[in-house]
C-alpha cells in the first residue's frame, strides 16, 4: 500500500511540475480553433552590459525592469536585427565579438513560440537551448564575456 501511495505522489508531482509542462508540444493553432499569425517577428539585441559606464540606454527602456537581476550598472545596445521566421525557419545573425547566433522557429501557438537559440564563435558551438517565448515576450540570454563586461542577448517573438 505504500509503494503504491508513494508511486501515485510521485507521478502526481512529476505531472504538476513545469518542466513536463513545457515538454509537451504545444497544441497547433488549427486544432485550438484560434486565429495566429502565419510568421513570427523575431528580435535580437545584442546589449552590452558593463560597470564602465552607468544608466539604461533610452532604446532597452522595455528591458530596464529586467536588468535589475543582473549586477552590472550599465547597458548599451549595440546593434537590433529582425527576421520574419515561419515554423521550421531559422536565421542566423552575426554578433559582436565574432559570435554567430542561430535562431529557429520550431513551433507557436496562441500563447508562446518555441524556438531553438544556437551560438557559435571560432571555437565551435557554445550555446544550444530550446525555450519558450511567451507571445510578444522576451527571453534574454546573457553571459559570453565582451570587452569590460557581457553581451546581453534579447530575444523577442512578436505575433
Do not use: C
Amino acid at each position: 500500500m505504500t509503494r503504491r501511495v508513494f508511486a501515485s505522489l510521485a507521478l502526481a508531482l512529476l505531472l504538476a511540475s513545469p518542466a513536463w509542462a513545457q515538454s509537451r508540444p504545444a497544441p497547433s493553432p488549427a486544432s485550438s480553433g484560434a486565429r495566429v499569425a502565419q510568421k513570427v517577428d523575431v528580435q535580437l539585441r545584442v546589449v552590452h552590459a558593463t560597470d564602465s559606464e552607468s544608466g539604461v540606454d533610452p532604446r532597452l527602456a522595455s528591458l530596464a525592469s529586467s536588468f535589475r537581476y543582473f549586477k552590472y550598472k550599465g547597458y548599451r545596445l549595440l546593434s537590433t536585427q529582425t527576421a520574419d521566421l515561419a515554423v521550421g525557419g531559422d536565421q542566423a545573425f552575426n554578433v559582436e565579438g565574432g559570435r554567430r547566433i542561430t535562431v529557429s522557429l520550431l513551433s507557436f501557438d496562441e500563447a508562446r513560440a518555441r524556438m531553438r537559440v544556437q551560438m557559435s564563435n571560432s571555437d565551435g558551438k557554445v550555446l544550444d537551448t530550446t525555450v519558450n517565448i511567451n507571445r510578444n515576450g522576451t527571453f534574454i540570454i546573457s553571459g559570453p564575456r565582451f570587452k569590460d563586461g557581457i553581451l546581453m542577448l534579447p530575444v523577442t517573438a512578436s505575433y
